[in-house]
């Protein structure tokens, strides 16, 4: 469940830079050039985390339809692999804030991990 927060709470966060309540230039390493950029960005940043949740809602069975089993754990162990990745670009992000970040990305390669580790439902 700590994870399905975390996840709406990063939701909420990319759906404010859309909304231009926080400025685009904190994120995505300092790299975004024009609002096109950011609406394509944080759109599929919004749609992304919406997706983990969801998975993460049918790992816990939060929801009755479900994904096969395999198909749930196949889905997570890419998130961990995004997230190690993601965690060693953040160390390489232009602002401190995106820097900031390499920390939530390693800890939910490790958090997915721990899930994963529950038997298969």
């Known amino acids: 469940m ?3 927060v975390i996840y709406s709470i ?7 830079i859309l909304l231009k309540i926080i ?4 994120t995505w390493g300092g790299r ?3 609002d096109q950029e950011m609406y394509v960005f944080e759109t599929t ?3 992304i985390n919406l997706f983990l949740i969801w998975i993460l809602l049918m790992k816990g069975d939060f929801v009755t ?3 096969p089993v395999k198909v749930i754990h ?5 998130f961990v692999v995004v997230f ?4 060693v670009g953040n160390l390489f992000a232009k602002t401190l804030l995106e820097k900031a970040f390499t920390l939530l990305t390693l800890g939910s390669a490790l958090a997915i991990g721990f899930v994963l580790r529950r038997p298969l439902s």
């Open 2 to 4: 700590t994870l399905i």
């Open 10 to 16: 990063i939701t909420v966060f990319h759906s404010c």
């Open 23 to 26: 400025p685009y230039d904190i």
């Open 32 to 34: 975004l050039q024009n």
């Open 45 to 47: 940043s919004i749609a």
């Open 65 to 67: 339809y479900k994904f």
């Open 74 to 78: 196949i889905i997570l162990w890419i």
């Open 84 to 87: 190690a990745l993601n965690t």
